[in-house]
């Protein structure tokens, strides 16, 4: 898009404006690089002393911050989230799609909306409803009476299977697979019998999905993931998961089948959960957490080592080893010191 004054861009932000607010401002970038016409941020007072070389034509940052600068600047409580919003306004990202194009294949008992732009090679099949305004990248699958809400906007390839509901105002990276079959298998006698997956994926408004991620469909019951959630790549969320409103995901992570993931939760890269479990509301777990059973209380988790040198690390592991020779040795000394009054 073209460019803003920083008035406007001030007044959309409900930011105070020091200086010229007719400078025009035509793209973002950091502190270290900015030029003319960009604007940057100062989130943290720690890097305070760039302002001094910093060549941006404005910068936004906390009051107080803002004392001794001279340059153009927006002052704001929270400076990243200003330049979240200002990345928004000066947003260059293209549509997924425009237009419908002729390669594509939509059957005839699809529903489209008004609007809706459908990129090369899309396979739309039998019953599914595309939302006003939606987005289908090139070399999309969109199965049968599959629905996708209105704003919605899908990268190439993504894979949407059959019943699957994804709500409005969605984001889904390239290479997603939304509701594959979940992992479920009887044995019989050593031979393992397939268990057919009937229910679906539930996905709430405003969910972005990164690139490379899956998300499998429910056993019996659906997969949901309820509103405004963040999921990062290349990860695996598994059958029947629930996951709260609000919470944010980074990537590489594994969710095993059935577990619940209350709201505001925050998940470091990396990390696995068990299935079956339950997180409750408002915790955070560090990246490379593994958690083997429920979380009941708000918080912050972590497990794991911490990266050593390896010659450190092998003595670690080795004294790891011997934990259970180590506990039983110290239960035998406790048990003489008690059997002794001490």
């Not at 699809?110 to 939302?131: F, S, T, Y």
Request: proline residues 2%; aromatic residues 4%; hydrophobic residues 40%.
């Amino acid at each position: 898009m073209a460019g803003m004054t920083l008035a406007d861009i001030a007044a959309k932000l409900g930011a105070e404006l020091r200086g010229d607010g007719t400078v025009v401002i035509e793209s973002i970038a950091g502190m270290a690089t900015a030029a003319k016409g960009q604007i940057t941020f100062l989130s943290s007072s720690k890097y305070r002393k760039q302002l001094v070389e910093c060549q941006a034509a404005a910068v936004m940052l906390k009051e107080a911050d803002a004392e001794g600068f001279e340059g153009n600047a927006l002052l704001m409580a929270d400076p990243y989230l200003g330049y979240a919003q200002v990345a928004q306004l000066l947003d260059t990202t293209p549509a997924s799609a425009s237009d419908i194009a002729p390669s594509a294949y939509v059957d005839p008992t699809a529903q489209l909306g008004e609007n809706v732009a459908i990129g090369h090679n899309v396979v739309i099949e039998a019953g599914a409803r595309i939302g006003d305004n939606a987005q289908i990248g090139a070399g999309c699958f969109i199965g049968k009476n599959a629905q996708i809400g209105a704003g919605t906007k899908l990268w190439a390839n993504v894979t949407i299977y059959h019943n699957v509901v994804l709500g409005e105002q969605c984001l889904v990276q390239s290479g997603t697979v939304i509701g594959a079959d979940g992992f479920g298998y009887a044995n019989d006698k050593g031979e393992w019998v397939k268990i057919p997956q009937l229910g679906s994926v539930r996905i709430g408004n405003r969910v972005e999905i990164g690139a490379c991620t899956t998300i499998d469909r429910g056993a019996l019951d659906d997969t949901v993931i309820e509103d405004n959630v963040i999921i990062d790549n290349q990860m695996q969320i598994a059958h029947n998961v629930q996951i709260g409103y609000g919470t944010a995901m980074a990537g590489g992570t594994i969710v095993a089948g059935s577990t619940k993931i209350g709201k505001y939760c925050i998940i470091g890269g990396a990390s696995v959960l068990n299935g079956h479990i339950e997180i409750a509301d408002g915790v955070t777990i560090t990246g490379m957490g593994m958690v083997m059973r429920s979380i009941e209380e708000k918080g912050m988790y972590s497990s794991g080592i911490p990266l050593q040198p390896n010659k450190e690390w092998r003595k670690t592991a080795a004294r790891t080893m011997k934990i259970d020779e180590m506990n039983k040795r110290l239960k035998a000394v406790e048990k003489q010191l008690a059997a002794k009054g001490e």
